[in-house]
């Protein structure tokens, strides 16, 4: 099966300050990731997903890379704001292949004002 | 966007005891369900995959006699756990993924997850 790796654990950054976390997967059958944003308590939202047909995809201050030789993607977010703070879960799945999503470990981000 | 909800939201039983738990696509057909469980500061880990008509598909190490899916219809899940212990304390959180007619077929839409207490 799938197994996703999600680097790093926690990330400190200060206010304005860009963030980068980065998964490996496994599965080359793999063809959609994407990216949670979980607040304490709540379920998962969605941020942002990228397809395998697809290198980058930007939304506003949020964008996602995905090297499909190298089998990793990376989640960016520029200019950091407090909100911005929470656990950030990358995932993969293959839904043609009726697959439920793989998630990574989690990413706590602090954003210090 | 679409909508999943979860019943109950939290829930304190004790021990022994059984609990249901509802998953419901209010706005699209769900052909498929996912059942996770969540333990504190973990992350989400596949319990099964309920398909609308069949039975479930459980991941290794995911009892099916003590939890129970049962997915009779394209727009509710549920998830019984069975003669319930303190082990079995966590958040478990359901999604639905639509058909692909429906257009919801690539994403995996959340339910706001149930808290499950065993005392």
């Known amino acids: 099966g799938e197994n996703v790796e999600q680097h790093p654990s926690t990330l400190s950054v200060q206010e304005g300050d860009s963030a980068v976390i980065k998964c490996t997967y496994s599965d080359s059958a793999s063809n959609y990731f994407p990216w949670y944003k979980q607040e304490l308590g709540k379920r998962p939202q969605l941020i942002i997903d990228?397809?395998?047909?697809?290198g980058e995809k930007k939304d506003q201050r949020i964008a996602v890379t995905l090297n499909k030789t190298a089998k990793h993607f990376s989640l960016h977010i520029t200019e950091t704001q407090p909100e911005d703070s929470a656990v950030y879960f990358c995932?993969?799945?293959?839904?043609?292949?009726?697959?439920?999503?793989?998630f990574g470990s989690g990413t706590r981000l602090q954003v210090q004002p | 966007g679409a909508v999943v909800s979860q019943h109950p939201s939290w829930v304190i039983c004790k021990s022994g005891t059984s609990v249901k738990i509802e998953c419901r696509s209010l706005?699209?057909?769900?052909?498929?369900m996912f059942w996770y469980r969540q333990f504190p500061k973990q992350s989400l880990m596949l319990m099964a995959t309920?398909?609308?008509?069949?039975?479930?598909?459980?991941e290794q190490g995911v009892e099916k006699d003590k939890f129970l899916i049962n997915h009779a219809s394209l727009t509710l899940s549920t998830l019984t756990v069975t003669s319930a212990h303190p082990e079995d304390s966590s958040f478990y959180i359901c999604?639905?993924?639509?058909?692909?007619?429906?257009?919801?077929?690539?994403?995996?839409?959340f339910g706001p997850g149930t808290r499950l207490t065993v005392l």
């Open positions: 999604s639905a993924r639509g058909t692909l007619a429906g257009g919801y077929y690539n994403e995996q839409f």
């Open positions: 706005d699209f057909q769900a052909t498929t």
């Open positions: 990228i397809r395998s047909n697809v």
């Open positions: 309920s398909n609308e008509g069949s039975k479930a598909t459980y």
């Open positions: 995932a993969a799945s293959n839904p043609t292949g009726r697959r439920a999503l793989t």
